[in-house]
Every structure is written in C-alpha cells, then in structure tokens.
C-alpha cells in the first residue's frame, strides 16, 4: 500500500507541469493584443504603426514558463502606419514586398523564466521571406479570470531587428537602419 501511495505520488509530481500547462490563442479579435513597430525617419523623429491582422497561439505554464512554445502568423498587407500613401510605399518590392511575401511569422524556439516575471523569448521570425533568430525581452503583466467565464494571461515584449538582415533594401540613413517592435499579447485559455 505504501508502494502504491509513493508510485502515486511520484507520479502526480512528475505530471503535475504537464496537468498546469495551458494552451491559450492570442485574442487579436477583441484588440486586446497589438503588434506595433517604430523607425526612426532620417534620424530626427518616429515613424510608428502597427500590423492590423495576426494570429497566434501559445501553450503556457506558469509554474514552468521555460516550457513555453509560441506561434505568431502576421498578415504583412495589414501594416498600418496611419497614412494611406506611405503604407502603400512600405507593401511595395522596397520594403517589405508584400506581393511576394504577404506572410510573416514568429516561432519561439526557447523561453527563459529571469524571475520576477521578466522572461526571455528566443525564436525565429520570418519577415519577406528571410528567417532569422530574434530575442524578445518579455514581461509576464498579469492572469485569471475575465469577465465571460474564461481565463486569459497577457504578456509584453520588445525586440529590435536591423532591416538589412531581412533584405530589406530601402535606406533611410544611418540612424534609420533598425526597426524596434513593440508586443502586447493577451491570449484566452482553450
């Protein structure tokens, strides 16, 4: 009898991470998650905005983040920079070329827990049809209950990515070169 009840202990420890491990879908329906960017323009002030359309998934334990995996697909057409002209100039061949590459896409391959709720995310993004390693810096903000009888945790994070690495051939001058991406990330538990 106290075999079974240390085997069934044994157990219940071992499978507890995989019992509290959830998986979530990014709630981009209810625009409680946004994809932003900002450049420099020519060294003198910000250029921001934003990816309208996305999804993603992610499966989350917060007694063990490190098991964390993520997915992020980014309808490229969809950048908005709040100026009709200029979003048409950004989906053209000489930046992000959206003819050929409408699709891009974030997978983690790593998640680190730092402590006090500061993680860092390793993966690979997809941007115009070049795939690199990026980290974020992720912040976990908060989770439980909501409202509808669901549950949800949100996230932030940022990262910087430099636009020759994706082979986007447009140049801005020196001081125009990298894009910093700004993520907030609510998902609903399934």
């Known amino acids: 009898m106290k075999k079974l009840l240390l085997a069934s202990a044994l157990?219940?420890?071992l499978l507890s991470p995989i019992a509290n491990a959830a998986d979530y879908?990014?709630?981009y329906k209810g625009a409680h998650a946004s994809i932003n960017f900002k450049i420099k323009h020519l060294g003198y002030s910000w250029l921001t905005g934003r990816f309208d359309k996305f999804d993603g998934k992610f499966n989350y334990d917060?007694?063990?983040p490190e098991a964390t995996k993520i997915v992020v697909n980014i309808d490229a057409t969809s950048i908005n920079s709040n100026h009709a002209e200029r979003?048409?100039?950004l989906r053209?061949?000489?930046v992000l070329d959206v003819s050929k590459y409408a699709a891009a896409k974030f997978e983690s391959t790593s998640v680190k827990d730092l402590g006090n709720g500061k993680l860092e995310v390793k993966g690979n993004l997809t941007l115009r049809g070049v795939t690199k390693p990026i980290i974020i810096d992720a912040e976990k903000i908060g989770e439980g209950k909501d409202p509808w009888g669901g549950y949800r945790v949100g996230f932030s994070g940022t990262t910087r990515i430099k636009m020759a690495d994706y082979g986007i051939p447009i140049q801005l001058g020196p001081q125009s070169t990298h894009v910093d991406l700004d993520l907030h990330i609510e998902g609903i538990r399934q």
């Open 11 to 13: 157990a219940g420890a």
């Open 25 to 27: 879908i990014v709630d």
């Open 62 to 64: 917060a007694k063990n």
């Open 87 to 89: 979003d048409k100039h």
């Open 92 to 94: 053209n061949d000489d």
